[in-house]
Each structure stands twice: as C-alpha cells, then as structure tokens.
C-alpha cells in the first residue's frame, strides 16, 4: 500500500454514477449480489434509510471503494442473522474497493480499520458485529487482521469497543 492516507467522506448525488458501476462489477456481485437493491437503499439515504452512514473511500483525490455502517436495533427487522434490542449498543458495517487498482494492496485492512475507528470516535458502540460470506476469504481475512472475532455459533464476527 502506498503511503497516502485514506478518508471517508460522506456519500453524495455525484457518487451515485460510479457506485452503479462498481456495484455492478462481477467481483463485487459475487458478495453484494444485487446492485439495484443496494442502489435503491442508498438512493433512499435522506429518507427511509436516513440511518444508515454511507461513505466513498478516498485515496488523496481518488475515490476508492463505498462502505456504509449501521446501528443494528435500526435494521432489527430487516436482518435473520441478529437480534439486537439496545439502541447505540452494536453497529454493523458493509464495505468494498470498486477501484480495482487497490485490490490486494492492503487497503481492504485500512479501510476496515478506519470505518471501525470512525465508529468508536462518533458513536457510544460497545460493539460492531459484521457476516461476510463465508467464502470471502479476503473480507474474512481482514476483519480478523483488525482484531474482529470470529464466533462459531453466532456465525459473525465480532470486534469490542469497550
């Protein structure tokens, strides 16, 4: 990885173009399967899903990959793979590089490091909890390198912030 440091910097309108193509790229619908579903959600960020914190990752001027995270008690409803009843408690994340040149470079482990910082920085989380495919050796493989868990029986992995 080079040395420049990466950002978050808040998703906008001018983002929506190039977040269809990479949500659309064969390696990235391998994980996120359907693009028009994520691109209805985030279409939909000032309203139904205002919740959630979605950003493009910036390498200097250049923007990199999208990652978004979540109080889990918000998407209570929408998720089988956890049940969580304690508003700011657990927090969960989604990411990816849309910008093929940064794959296999280390930035995957900087990315994660920095949305997990972010989240410890800005909100009272005790926790974030994150289930990648278990396939997704490379997602898994840096989760674990930023210090998540894995648990067996919850079949997710999990990071304290406490």
């Known amino acids: 990885?080079?040395?420049?440091?990466?950002?978050?910097?808040?998703?906008?309108?001018?983002d929506l173009n190039l977040l269809t193509v990479w949500l659309n790229k064969p390696y990235i619908l391998s994980w996120y399967h359907d693009a028009d579903e994520w691109l209805a959600e985030i279409n939909e960020r000032h309203g139904a899903?205002?919740?959630?914190?979605?950003?493009?990752?910036?390498?200097?001027?250049?923007?990199?990959?999208?990652?978004?995270y979540y109080d889990c008690c918000d998407a209570n409803d929408m998720e089988d793979w956890y049940s969580v009843t304690t508003p700011g408690d657990t927090f969960s994340i989604d990411y990816l590089i849309g910008n093929e040149a940064y794959l296999s470079k280390g930035y995957g482990k900087a990315i994660?490091?920095?949305?997990?910082?972010?989240?410890?920085?800005?909100?009272?989380?005790?926790?974030?909890?994150?289930?990648?495919?278990?396939e997704n050796h490379?997602?898994?493989?840096?989760?674990?390198?930023?210090?998540?868990?894995?648990?067996?029986q919850q079949e997710y992995f999990y990071k304290s912030l406490n």
């Open 138 to 152: 490379a997602s898994n493989h840096v989760l674990l390198a930023n210090g998540y868990i894995y648990d067996a």
């Open 112 to 134: 994660i490091r920095l949305l997990s910082n972010t989240i410890q920085a800005v909100e009272a989380a005790r926790r974030i909890i994150v289930q990648p495919d278990a």
């Open 1 to 14: 990885m080079q040395n420049k440091e990466l950002a978050l910097r808040h998703l906008d309108d001018t």
């Open 49 to 68: 899903y205002a919740w959630i914190r979605h950003f493009i990752v910036m390498e200097g001027e250049t923007p990199i990959g999208f990652c978004q």
